[in-house]
């Protein structure tokens, strides 16, 4: 990793390795480039898409209490997906033709991205890298949402990313109450995940976040004084959260224990872990999902190894990368969880950045079984 910082792949980086109580931890770079700061152990990154399977566990903790039932229509809190009308080609125009859906949308096909919908831009619904402050609150982002015909039927087709915010508004309207707060009260406080949120006043833990510019150099996307230092009108359950190396081992931890607390409590049960962590897509026949390669099926919020291809994740790990710079994973197998959290963003989703790789085949390269 420090060799990646000396070559200036990233800017900075933290990563850790755990297996049961052995743990290794580190760190490289500086929060922002030209600055003196180092990453340190309690650096705040911008997690981006690693929010998905934290989403998705608050959805759980929902469907364990009845207030949620996987295979329920969602019309009832949220009407707006009511009734829809599906486009005859889902590549072609927008206002193109249109027939009604066969079936409602149901939880389950929000927990799986298979609802039919993405996101677009132009209606300032988030399309693109996490910008916290750009889409409206959620009755309005709902609402911009109804004007959208489904690109497919319900369940016929994984479509990467809108399900996990269209999933973060429906746990607020199942809970009562805004998804911040239910997420810190249900998920974060019993985790002691004490840096994880979508927002920080902590800037002087926070680095700049980079991206490439044209010449293949970097360009700020965000500073630390951005976009993640006020609250959101839109909690993205698809990309908004901010975290930690620790706060993500936490959360890596519980799954891989099947759902326990560090006091031995449950915050899931094993079998809704069991649930979010297998593919639910049916990968191998039905194709699409998060890889090019057919190699990755899709759980709740979660990639699901289905064929091994090299030295990294065995069959049957999971976990998920964040765009804007970061990789968790939990491989059951080999009782490991791994989080490297990066400050450069992803110039494309495959194959990851050479840092990112190169992370995942140390960690499997330096196992001892």
Not at 195 to 218: I, N
Not at 304 to 333: A, H, K
Request: net charge negative; glycine share 12%.
């Amino acid at each position: 990793m420090q060799g990646h910082v000396d070559r200036d792949r990233v800017g900075g980086v933290a990563w850790l390795a755990a297996r049961g109580d052995s743990v290794e931890r580190g760190t490289a770079g500086v929060l922002t480039r030209g600055s003196p700061e180092p990453i340190r152990r309690d650096s705040i990154f911008r997690i981006a898409s690693m929010t998905k399977p934290i989403v998705a566990v608050a959805a759980l903790v929902l469907v364990e209490e009845c207030k949620l039932r996987l295979e329920d229509p969602v019309d009832e809190l949220l009407p707006e997906l009511a009734e829809r009308r599906v486009l005859v080609d889902g590549r072609g125009a927008l206002d193109g033709d249109t027939v009604p859906a066969r079936r409602p949308i149901t939880v389950h096909d929000v927990l799986t991205f298979q609802l039919g919908l993405e996101a677009f831009a132009t209606l300032g619904l988030g399309a693109g890298p996490p910008q916290p402050q750009v889409p409206p609150g959620p009755d309005e982002w709902m609402r911009r949402l109804e004007t959208l015909p489904l690109l497919y039927q319900p369940g016929d087709h994984w479509l990467y990313d809108i399900g996990s915010d269209v999933l973060g508004v429906l746990v607020a309207r199942a809970a009562g109450q805004p998804l911040e707060d239910f997420l810190r009260a249900r998920v974060f406080e019993p985790l002691r995940m004490i840096d994880t949120g979508f927002s920080t006043t902590h800037v002087d833990r926070l680095g700049s976040c980079y991206t490439a510019d044209e010449t293949g150099g970097c360009q700020v996307f965000d500073p630390p004084s951005g976009q993640w230092t006020t609250p959101p009108a839109f909690p993205s359950g698809r990309g908004g959260l901010l975290s930690t190396l620790d706060d993500m081992h936490t959360f890596g931890r519980m799954l891989l224990s099947g759902g326990r607390l560090p006091d031995g409590s449950c915050l899931l049960s094993r079998a809704s872990v069991d649930a979010m962590t297998i593919d639910q897509l049916d990968i191998e026949r039905r194709g699409g999902g998060p890889s090019p390669d057919g190699s990755l099926g899709w759980g709740f919020g979660v990639a699901v190894q289905v064929r091994r291809t090299g030295l990294g994740p065995t069959v049957g790990s999971y976990g998920w990368t964040g765009g804007l710079g970061t990789s968790w994973g939990n491989d059951p197998s080999k009782d490991l969880v791994g989080v490297v959290l990066t400050t450069d963003a992803f110039v494309s989703a495959f194959p990851l950045p050479v840092a990112i790789q190169d992370f995942w085949t140390s960690v499997y390269a330096a196992l001892e079984d």
